[in-house]
């Protein structure tokens, strides 16, 4: 894969709360619902399948993640064939039943457990089969890049009492590990569902090497959390970097999601609501996650299957080149509209596997062009046309004189008519 780039820019620094286990104020609506609750977690509990409300008792509302995705014309274009998928996560149970034919390699454990293979919490099972996986049933699986490879990067084994800032900066350094690790790996995609209050330098010089590198990064933008007002809210981590894909959630229906994180480094939207995927219930049971509430952690999973299409249809563009199609291709509500809600719009699989870079797509500024100039006139230029101020009395005179001169010739008809039949009468009577 020859991956090299450099991409656009986007502000960073600051704290706020993990996208791991605080509480947060997220309301899910569209144009035609009312919000769903006033407070929810963020958190990685978010993947589970309550025991409460399994999906045949209480069935998810809307549609599912894969049709708003397009997946079925999607994959018709490319499924992700020879691209390296590394999940930073809590590891891959290779034996669930919706990764029996999935690609996955071996990986490596960067925690304190047995192998990558192991995955206690879940989670990174979970997101394995959102983006390899396969299953039938009422809500079947499917990955979202069915033949991409996916490589699991263990950092994340347990999940803590408490948010300390000390349990922070150690999975700062577990991310930096594992992103350092795919650079040396042959990793076309690291993506993670971590969403940190801080960075360090290290993360950001690891993030500039997999830059480098061509190693396109993946993150969520976040959430807010109860205590923060969306104007005063800070960045996360790793999305607030440069050369990261920062992604937000949209709900089932494609509508954007109160409490997400609006800063302007968020790059794009995608679906992070029922999306079928493995539960950690056991190694055969599957659920719809996120039925309640849509999470920007599903969506930047959704996002990294997304671009491995991209990636497997164009193997020879730079990550910037990869970000540009599918933040250009998104669907918003006008071409040059970059909103606070999901940025560049809704992730778009075809039409970022289709598009054609000549430079003149409106929207972000193209890698490959730079900005454009206004193009120029070609042909001659438009005859300038005094305006005539009696261009409304005109046509009323014509017509007046159209309308006389044809009751005239009327008239000479119906004349020369009378005086004919007058002579003819007069002949016959001779």
């Not at 968020?266 to 029922?274: K, T, V």
Request: glycine share 10%; charged share 20%.
């Amino acid at each position: 894969m020859s991956f090299r780039a450099g991409r656009r820019g986007a502000a960073a620094a600051a704290l706020l709360a993990v996208s791991l286990s605080w509480p947060v104020s997220a309301v899910a609506t569209t144009e035609d619902e009312t919000p769903a609750a006033p407070d929810r977690w963020t958190s990685f509990n978010d993947i589970a399948c309550p025991p409460q409300s399994p999906d045949d008792e209480e069935p998810p509302e809307g549609r599912l993640s894969s049709y708003v995705l397009g997946l079925p014309s999607a994959h018709e274009l490319s499924t992700g064939e020879g691209v390296r998928i590394g999940l930073l996560d809590s590891g891959i149970n290779t034996s669930h039943v919706t990764l029996e034919n999935a690609n996955i390699d071996e990986g490596v454990d960067l925690t304190d457990s047995d192998d990558a293979t192991d995955d206690e919490f879940g989670s990174g099972t979970t997101y394995a089969s959102f983006l390899v996986g396969s299953s039938d049933g009422q809500y079947p699986v499917h990955g979202v890049a069915p033949e991409a490879t996916l490589v699991p990067i263990k950092i994340i084994d347990q999940v803590p009492e408490n948010m300390s800032q000390q349990y922070v900066a150690d999975m700062a350094d577990k991310l930096t590990e594992g992103i350092n690790w795919a650079v040396d790996n042959d990793i076309d995609i690291a993506v993670t569902a971590l969403a940190l209050p801080t960075g360090s330098p290290e993360l950001e010089e690891a993030v500039r090497e997999a830059e480098e590198a061509g190693v396109l990064i993946i993150a969520p933008g976040g959430e807010l959390t109860r205590n923060e007002d969306e104007d005063e809210a800070s960045l996360r981590f790793p999305a607030a970097y440069e050369s990261v894909l920062s992604v937000t959630a949209v709900t089932s229906a494609g509508g954007s999601v109160q409490g997400m994180l609006g800063a302007d480094t968020i790059d794009i939207a995608a679906p992070g609501q029922n999306i079928p995927g493995a539960s950690n219930a056991s190694s055969s049971a599957t659920c719809v996650v996120g039925k309640a509430y849509p999470s920007s952690l599903n969506a930047s999973i959704n996002a990294a299957g997304v671009a491995a299409l991209v990636i497997s249809a164009h193997p020879d563009e730079t990550p910037a080149q990869i970000a540009h199609r599918l933040e250009t291709t998104a669907i918003r509500p006008g071409a040059d509209r970059r909103t606070s809600s999901t940025s560049w719009g809704i992730i778009n699989p075809s039409g970022a596997i289709a598009f054609i870079d000549d430079g003149t797509a409106h929207g972000p500024v193209s890698p490959a062009h730079g900005e454009q100039p206004e193009p120029e006139f070609i042909g001659r230029e438009p005859i300038a046309v005094e305006p005539d101020p009696q261009r409304m009395t005109k046509p009323m005179t014509w017509i007046g004189l159209a309308g006389g001169g044809a009751l005239a010739l009327a008239l000479l008809l119906g004349a020369a008519g009378l005086w004919r039949g007058r002579n003819d009468s007069s002949d016959n009577e001779k």
